[in-house]
């Protein structure tokens, strides 16, 4: 063996350890950080073993998740990437084993748009194919690994996907402006989150929110939206008659909401902070506190001045967000439904 392919060892274990440390970090952008370069690792361990359709599947892969995370067009970003590992599977020789590994890749790609029982069933063929491409190349650093990702989907399987819920692999993303896609996902949560009297249509979400700036942080687990923050930017006097009123107020017009303009006061209502029931714990919940504190922080740096923030609160949620970030509490509007404000 040669010292370049003990190299490619030493930086697929590396990977692997990189990318468990991942699992387990505080902050978002150190997940990312780690994750970033653990495929770096991966990506050079493929190249000194001469698997080269393993080495350009992990480039083109690391190019797809900042795509991800950058954007909310998941499905989309994923069919386009199709004829790409038509040209890969070219042009590195088309074989049965590098077919594992792109049908590795693809199935891998597809799950993580469907569910979680999905992805984990999907997940197990996927670094099954892997396991396999990985020893033709004598790869046992990447095989051990994979193999491990394996036995960790098939214990899964058979005690529940509880925890694997829990684990710490989630991200937010402050969207500029979201699709059509998202909004039905963000439609789906809310039926299956709020009450009926505290939702709207999907029209009035659109109408209200699709086409404004900043409106929604989206909360991301892998590539699949798993809870949202919204906010709206409205006038003056309709932000007071919120803070004023005695009962939900949430029976807003177009009219009432207004885009975000630089050096110019912006009152805001949280209008919802939503997170799937599997994902409430302390970790996911953290993730949106600080997305909250970084997205009124960095609207101060780009010169959007926010004065104050108030939200009716109708879930656990929200109520443990708001008064953790220090909102105070107005009024109680029901037994379940508490206003709250903040000023920034």
Known sequence: MSVIYYIGQICAVLAWILLLISYHAKRENKVIFYQILSSVLYIINYFCIGALTGFWISIFELIKSIGY??????????LYSLPIYVVI??????????????????IDGYVMLKDKKTMVIGGTISYSLWIVYDLFFLDFAGAISDLFVVISNISISVRGFAKYLRRSNIYTVKSLRVSLN????????????????????????????????????????????????????????????MIQSTSLYDDFNKEDVLDFQKNRKSYLNLNAIILSDEYNNPNSIGKIENAIKRYVRNMKKERYFIQQICCFAVNFVEVKVLEDLGFEKVRDITNECFLYKKEV
Do not use: C, M, P
Request: proline share 0%; aromatic share 18%; no cysteine.
């Open 182 to 241: 998202t909004i039905h996902q963000i439609t789906k949560l809310d039926n299956k989150i709020l009450n009926k009297e505290y939702r709207w249509s999907e029209e009035k979400i659109i109408e209200l929110t699709k086409d404004y700036k900043y409106s929604y942080i989206l909360v991301k687990d892998e590539n699949r939206i798993i809870g949202y923050i919204n906010f709206l930017n409205l006038k003056e006097d309709i932000y007071n008659n």
């Open 69 to 78: 995370y950058k954007t909310d067009k998941d499905k989309y970003i994923f």
């Open 89 to 106: 599977l070219y042009y590195t020789g088309f074989s049965i084993i590098t077919s594992f590994a792109v049908l590795g890749s693809l």
